[in-house]
C-alpha cells in the first residue's frame, strides 16, 4: 500500500461554484458531529454552499426543511455531543428507484452534486447506486419537466465520499471506524466499575457487547480488561466450549482470583454456527462451577456518552478530507471512502472495501473462520493474537520447579523511569505473563535507578500483577533520576540479581538512560545484556515513536476538562477561557486537545507566536461573539512562550475583549497525569510489552555463549520500541540521537504538527480571515488494495 503525503496549497474561497451536502445514516456513533462540522467548516473555508440533509436518506426523499443550508455557527458546540445532530433514519424509500428519482430532485433544485455520506457498508453501497443512476435518474426529471436540460448540464456528474461511522469497527478497509474508540471507553468504564463490586463477592460477571457479525469490541475489551475468556462470531469456539471454559474458570479460582469476567459479543455462536448467549453461558457456569454469575447486557450504553478524543480528531481529519476529495474529484473520479491509515487519513476506493466487507460475511456462513480473521485486516489479527496469548490456560509444567518458580528460560528485569503515566502498569502485566509463560524469571526495580542502586528489587508472580491492566500510575514506583555518575552501583546490583535483559518503561528520561548505560557497555560487561526502551508520557516527547504510553489518557483527560469548563458557562453569555496543558517545550497535548475540543487558538513552542498574531485572535474572538457565538477556548502548552504566559494572554483577551465577553483561566496542572487508562493506552502497553519479551529471548539467544555469557554491543541492542506509521518498530538508541533535540527534550520531528493548519482552518470565522490561502496536508491513497 502506497500512501503519498503532499503539502498542498488551499485557496479561500476557490470552490465558490459547488454544493456540498453531508448526512448521516444507519445507527448513529460518537464523533459523527465531529465529522458533520469537519465537512460544513472545510466547504466554507473553500467557498462551497454547505447543506446538512436531516433524517439521513429519508430527508432526501422528502426534501423541504430537511435540506438545510449550514453556517459557520450551525455546528459551533457540536464536536462534544454524542449521537448526530442532523438525525438518522434507514429509508425503505431510497431502496426503490421511486424514492432516488425523489432524491435527486431534492438535490439538483439546491445545486448539490457532492455528497459527504456518514454510515456503514449499507449506506455507502446505496450511495454508490445513487452516483451510478444519477444520470439515468436526470433524464427522467428533464423528461417530466422537473428540472430543466439547464440544470442537468450543470449537475450532470455526482459525486460521493464516504465516512464509516460505526462503533463495531465492521468495515474493511480501515483501522479505526468513527465511534469504535468511544463505545471501548463505554465498555471499559462499565467493566472497571462491575469489577469493584464483584471482587467484594467473589462473583463471575457476563458482559454482553454490541457485535452482532463483528467481534473487535468483544477482543479489544477482552484484551483490556483482563477478561477469562471471550466469545466472538470470527473465532468461535468448539462445540465443547463448556468444558474449557469451566477448566479455565476453575483455574483462576484456583489460584486466588476472586473475580472472573466472560465477554460475549451479540452474534457469538460455536463452529458449527449454533449462537452462544450470555444465558448460555451463565447455566454452565451456574451448574458445573456453582459459582455466583451476574449477567450485564450493555445495549445503547455503547453508543452514547461523549465521543472520545481520539474518535473527535479522527472525525476531524476524516471529514475535512472527504471535503478535499469531493473538491477535487473529477467526472472520471472513482468514489472513495476515507479511511485511518496507520495515522494517517487516507482515500481508498470505496467499492472495493465494501466487497472486501462483504467477503468476511461469506466466509462466516461458510464456516471459514482463519479467512474471516485474515478479512478483517493485520488490526483485528493483531487484537485477536494478543487476546490468545494472555489467556492461555496456564504455563507449561516443566518451566516451573514445585515452588511455582522459574527454571527455565532467562532472568528479565523491567523497572521504570521518568513520570508515571498511565498504561505503565498495563505494560509491566503483560511483561510479566507473557515472560512468565516462556519460563522466564522476572524481577520488577521499585523506584527506579535509585531502587535498583537501593537493592529495592523483587521477582513477579503470576498473581502479582492481577488487576493492574486498568490502574494508572506506576506501581513499579518511578523517578527522573539518570544513571550518570552512578554506572559502578548500577552493574553491581545487575551483577548481582544475575539480570540477563532490562525493559524500561517510561518518558524521555527513560530514553536517555538507557542510551546512557549503553554508552557504558566497554567499561561494565552487566551492561551488555539486551535493553529496550517503551515509551510511557503524557507529553508525547520521545522520538522513535508517534504515540507514548499515557499521551492518549492524558489528551482525553484535557478534552473532559475543557468540556466541562465550557459547559459551567452554560448560563453565562460570552466568556473565554484560557488553558493551560502540560506538556515541557512539547505542544502535542495543546494541539490535540485544541482539535478535540474545538479550540480557538493552540500556542505552542514549535510553532513560534508574536503579538500580532495574539491580537489577530482577540479580534477573531470578537467577531465569533458579535456573530452568536457565546463561549470561547484557548489552550497554551505551559513552555509555548517565556514571555506570553498563561497569565499574560489571560490579561490580553481580558482587557481587549471588555464590553464583548469575559474571560478565565485554569492551569490543569497534574490531573492530566491521572485517572484510569483509557483502552488505547492499555491495548498498546499490552502489545508492546508482549513483543518486546520476544524481542529480549531473541537477542539474549543470539548474543549468548556456552557459559551463559551474554556480550550484547551491537547498536540493535540497545532498542526503543515505538509506533512509526502503522508498525511497531524497534530502533537503535544510537540512530535515534540525530533525530533528538536535546535542549527542549522534544523529536526535531513531530508528526502532528501537520494538524495545525486544519486546527486553524476549524477554528476560525470566515469574517477573521486575512489569508488568501494556506498550506495543509492531504493524505492521499495511491493503491487499490485497501486492508483493515
Not at 436531516?54 to 455557527?73: F, K
Amino acid at each position: 500500500m502506497n500512501s503519498e503525503i503532499n503539502q498542498r496549497f488551499l485557496a479561500r474561497g476557490s470552490q465558490k461554484d459547488k454544493g456540498l451536502a453531508v448526512f448521516t445514516s444507519g445507527g448513529d456513533s460518537q464523533g459523527m458531529n465531529a465529522a458533520v462540522r469537519a465537512c460544513v467548516r472545510m466547504a466554507i473555508y473553500l467557498g462551497c454552499k454547505a447543506y446538512f440533509i436531516r433524517e439521513g436518506y429519508q430527508g432526501m426523499v422528502d426534501g423541504g426543511d430537511n435540506i438545510q443550508e449550514a453556517n459557520w455557527a450551525s455546528v459551533s458546540s457540536i464536536i462534544h455531543r454524542g449521537g448526530t445532530i442532523i438525525g438518522s433514519a434507514r429509508c425503505a424509500d431510497f431502496r426503490e428507484r421511486a424514492g432516488r428519482l425523489k432524491a435527486a430532485n431534492n438535490l439538483v433544485q439546491k445545486g448539490i452534486t457532492n455528497l459527504v455520506i456518514i454510515g456503514g457498508d449499507g449506506s455507502l453501497t446505496g450511495a454508490n447506486l445513487f452516483r451510478q443512476e444519477w444520470s439515468s435518474l436526470l433524464d427522467e426529471l428533464v423528461k417530466n419537466g422537473s428540472i430543466t436540460a439547464a440544470q442537468q448540464e450543470k449537475n450532470s456528474v455526482l459525486h460521493i465520499v464516504g465516512l464509516v461511522g460505526s462503533i463495531d469497527n465492521d468495515f474493511c478497509g480501515t483501522d479505526m471506524t468513527i465511534g469504535t474508540d468511544s463505545a471501548l471507553h463505554r465498555i471499559i468504564e462499565a467493566i472497571d466499575a462491575i469489577s469493584s463490586t464483584a471482587y467484594s463477592h467473589q462473583r463471575t460477571f457476563i458482559m454482553e457487547v454490541m457485535g452482532r457479525h463483528c467481534g473487535y469490541l468483544s477482543v479489544v475489551a477482552g484484551v483490556i480488561s483482563e477478561a477469562d475468556y471471550v466469545f466472538l462470531p470470527e473465532y468461535p469456539p468448539p462445540t465443547d466450549w463448556p468444558d474449557k471454559l469451566v477448566l479455565k474458570l476453575e483455574q483462576e479460582r484456583s489460584a486466588g482470583q476472586r473475580l472472573n469476567i466472560v465477554i460475549v459479543a451479540e452474534g457469538a455462536m460455536d463452529r458449527e454456527g449454533n449462537p452462544i448467549t450470555a444465558e448460555d453461558v451463565k447455566k454452565v457456569i451456574d451448574e458445573r462451577l456453582k459459582h455466583d454469575a451476574r449477567i450485564t447486557v450493555l445495549g445503547h450504553v455503547q453508543r452514547g456518552g461523549n465521543p472520545s478524543a481520539f474518535d473527535r480528531i479522527l472525525a476531524c481529519r476524516m471529514g475535512a478530507e472527504a471535503t478535499l476529495a469531493l473538491m477535487e474529484a473529477t467526472k472520471d473520479s472513482v468514489p472513495v471512502v476515507i479511511s485511518l491509515d496507520g495515522n494517517q487519513a487516507v482515500r481508498v476506493p470505496l467499492m472495493e472495501c465494501v466487497e472486501r466487507t462483504q467477503a468476511v460475511a461469506k466466509a462466516m456462513k461458510e464456516k471459514r473462520w482463519a479467512d474471516a480473521v485474515k478479512l478483517r485486516g493485520r488490526s483485528f489479527e493483531r487484537n485477536l493474537e494478543t487476546y490468545k496469548m494472555l489467556t492461555r490456560l496456564k504455563p507449561p509444567k516443566e518451566c516451573f520447579d514445585a515452588e511455582g518458580k522459574g527454571i527455565e528460560g532467562y532472568r528479565l528485569a523491567v523497572m521504570h523511569i521518568g513520570a508515571p503515566s498511565c498504561g505503565m502498569n498495563a505494560a509491566v502485566r503483560s511483561f510479566v505473563r507473557n515472560a512468565i509463560y516462556r519460563g522466564d524469571v522476572v524481577y520488577g526495580i521499585n523506584d527506579g535507578v535509585e531502587g535498583l542502586i537501593a537493592g529495592n528489587v523483587r521477582e513477579l508472580g503470576w498473581s502479582d500483577v492481577s488487576g493492574w491492566v486498568g490502574q494508572g500510575g506506576a506501581y513499579l514506583g518511578t523517578k527522573r533520576t539518570l544513571p550518570e555518575g552512578k554506572f559502578k552501583e548500577i552493574a553491581a546490583r545487575l551483577k548481582e540479581f544475575k539480570i540477563q535483559g532490562l525493559l524500561i518503561i517510561g518518558g524521555f528520561e527513560s530514553y536517555h538512560a538507557a542510551g546512557q548505560i549503553a554508552d557504558q557497555r566497554d567499561n561494565y560487561p552487566q551492561f551488555c545484556i539486551p535493553i529496550v526502551v517503551v515509551p510511557a508520557t503524557i507529553s508525547n516527547n520521545v522520538p522513535g515513536t508517534e504515540f507514548s504510553l499515557g499521551c492518549d489518557t492524558g489528551l482525553n483527560e484535557i478534552t473532559e476538562i475543557c468540556d466541562r469548563i465550557r459547559q459551567s458557562a452554560q448560563g453565562t453569555k460570552r466568556r473565554v477561557f484560557v488553558i493551560e496543558t502540560m506538556g515541557g517545550y512539547c505542544g502535542y497535548l495543546a494541539t490535540l486537545a485544541g482539535l478535540a475540543g474545538g479550540a480557538d487558538a493552540a500556542y505552542i513552542y514549535e510553532e513560534k507566536f508574536s503579538i500580532k498574531d495574539l491580537q489577530q485572535d482577540v479580534y477573531h474572538m470578537a467577531s465569533k461573539m458579535a456573530e452568536g457565538v457565546s463561549r470561547g477556548l484557548i489552550l497554551r502548552n505551559e513552555k509555548a512562550c517565556e514571555n506570553y504566559s498563561t497569565d499574560f494572554i489571560y490579561r490580553l483577551y481580558s482587557e481587549e475583549g471588555k464590553g464583548l465577553f469575559t474571560c478565565r483561566m485554569n492551569i490543569l496542572g497534574h490531573m492530566q497525569q491521572g485517572g484510569s487508562p483509557t483502552p488505547f493506552d492499555r491495548n498498546m502497553g499490552t502489545k508492546m510489552a508482549a513483543k518486546c519479551v520476544d524481542w529480549l529471548a531473541q537477542q539474549i539467544k543470539a548474543n549468548i555463549n556456552a557459559n551463559g555469557e551474554i556480550t550484547c554491543k551491537a547498536p540493535d541492542t540497545a532498542t526503543l520500541l515505538g509506533i512509526v506509521s502503522r508498525q511497531y518498530r524497534f530502533t537503535p538508541l544510537v540512530d535515534l540521537i540525530g533525530e533528538t533535540n536535546f535542549d527542549q527534550r522534544i523529536p526535531k520531528k513531530q508528526w502532528w504538527l501537520r494538524l495545525r493548519p486544519l486546527l486553524r482552518i476549524l477554528a476560525k470565522h470566515d469574517s477573521a480571515y486575512e489569508e488568501e490561502g494556506m498550506y495543509i496536508t492531504v493524505e492521499e491513497e495511491c493503491a487499490t488494495d485497501a486492508v483493515a
